[in-house]
């Protein structure tokens, strides 16, 4: 089995942060000449000057919680978007906040986590994760369709069917929360459906109780879990390792004291906050709301 | 504005059957080569003998309401499917049926019934078919993509939502069911919504009545339906002429006595039987349990 999903994986990591800085320029240049929002927001920021963490730290974050108030403002997605013809979705979340998807093979990144958390060609995996307004749905079934795996596009809900698919089809992989997981293999037991072709489980969105984890791997299926925004897309994930998650090769990512825009040092709780090198949607210093810690 | 999707909608009639028939039996062939169910239904058949409708019309009809059973002996498609690993997604009718995509651009063919209800690129579209289960949203998901629309992705249900995104998105054009394209307008209306950037509407998958045509028109969006089935993608199409349906280009029809084989005369009601030349899913002579006559 091969363990790394490309040669990205397995960098020298001051090679792979040398490279990320060395494409800041290009990217920030990029969204002030494309995205009217960038523009504005980074008005006094010479791209060509931003080559270092210290100099990117001096840039504003720019959190999700202004998502809302910007783009009502300037629709659909407050100037921040460098695209728009080419886009393929458009997303709501509530607020509303809109998120685009562009076109082309796993736009969201999400192959590289599948792959990590087992997933191979030929894998046939159902997709509990919604598809109507948010994006989760389609951010898994891209990044497994470009594996080369076949989705079931369940969605959520309808449990009982759930299982009766899973054992019908003899499904491999399962994608979507870890309690809703837990839902259908008590469902399937209920039922006394046999899915033990179920041997894998990509999870995401909510807390995963180590006990879960504990008790799938006892009747043969591995959970590994991935954390995605949608505005982002993959941001990081589990490996066999189990020790914390690994970053997502694309973007870089800052913590930083909460309100603030100062990162703190490696090791110390505070925001999570990303630099994306999305063609499309390329977001500068995003601040997500979520806290962790670089290990 | 351009008249046809592509060439083949000019095509002389004469020439179109010439080369439908030309194609047959090698389609026949694939079937009975990769897919173990048309071996047996048609073991007596040689397909190199297959080239006009009077020898299709001896094979025999291979009926929607078989397929739950021949599925149930034969996970997942009855061994009526041509491949396996390369498919992209597997849907789940209730039956259960299951119904395969595969793969590449506009796998379903929806994007010419699109493109004949004035769907252009750019168009940004709200699909509110589901996408969960059925296959409905990713069918007309997939055309639309192919011509170059952007799509939301809304789904059923959550009209006030519905309306709000039309309305805030600016989005020009809708798909999905003829009786939930009411109830988004009343809904607009009620809330005094602005969709007026609204100017055409896909629907399908029930009866449009012609009042609501009319009145969809009076306000400016002009309605044009499709028919299309889960196994066999688009079948046929309304253009501007609203003569009839158009049939869609990469399949033949045929309309037989219910519940035989046999062809009845041009302008008679009977069963639609339609042999798709679908390389994943090579359909001969299946018998879709609609009505509807030759005009």
Same mark, same amino acid.
């Given at each position: 089995m091969p363990q790394y999903y490309d040669s990205l994986e397995a960098r020298d990591p001051e090679e792979r942060e040398r490279l990320l800085m060395a494409a800041l320029p290009g990217q920030i240049a990029h969204a002030k000449r494309k995205a009217p929002g960038w523009a504005r927001i980074?008005?006094?920021?010479? /791209?060509?000057?931003?080559?270092s963490r210290a100099t990117l730290a001096k840039l504003p974050v720019t959190r999700k919680s202004d998502l809302a108030k910007l783009q009502r403002a300037e629709r659909p997605f407050g100037g921040l978007n +460098?695209?728009?013809?080419?886009?393929?979705k458009v997303f709501v979340s509530p607020g509303p906040i809109y998120e685009p998807e562009g076109r082309g093979r796993d736009w969201w990144r999400t192959a590289r986590a599948l792959f990590a958390a087992g !997933?191979? /060609?030929g894998d046939l995996a159902i997709n509990? !994760?919604?598809?109507? !307004? =948010?994006p989760a749905g389609s951010m898994l079934e891209s990044g497994a369709l470009a594996l080369g795996c076949t989705v079931v /596009? =369940? *969605? =959520?809900?309808?449990t009982e069917m759930q299982a009766a698919t899973l054992a019908d089809l003899q499904a491999s992989a399962y994608i979507g929360t870890p309690s809703f997981l837990k839902l259908i293999v008590e469902k399937a037991d209920e039922l006394k +459906?046999?899915?033990?072709?179920?041997?894998k489980a990509a999870v995401g969105a909510e807390y995963l109780p180590p006990a879960l984890r504990a008790a799938c791997a006892q009747r043969g299926i591995r959970v590994l879990q991935s954390y995605a925004s949608a505005?982002? *897309?993959?941001i990081a994930y589990e490996s066999d390792a189990l020790e914390g998650m690994i970053l997502d090769e694309a973007l870089i990512l800052e913590i930083v004291r909460p309100g603030t825009g100062d990162p703190v040092p490696d090791g110390e709780i505070g925001e999570v906050v990303v630099t994306s090198f999305n063609p499309d949607y390329p977001l500068?210093? !995003? *601040? =997500?709301g979520d806290l962790s810690a670089i290990l």
């Open positions: 980074l008005a006094d920021v010479d /791209p060509a000057g931003v080559t +460098a695209t728009l013809a080419q886009l393929g !997933f191979r /060609p509990t !994760f919604a598809y109507h !307004f =948010t /596009p =369940t *969605g =959520t809900g309808q +459906a046999d899915i033990r072709s179920l041997k505005d982002l *897309g993959l500068m210093r !995003f *601040g =997500t």
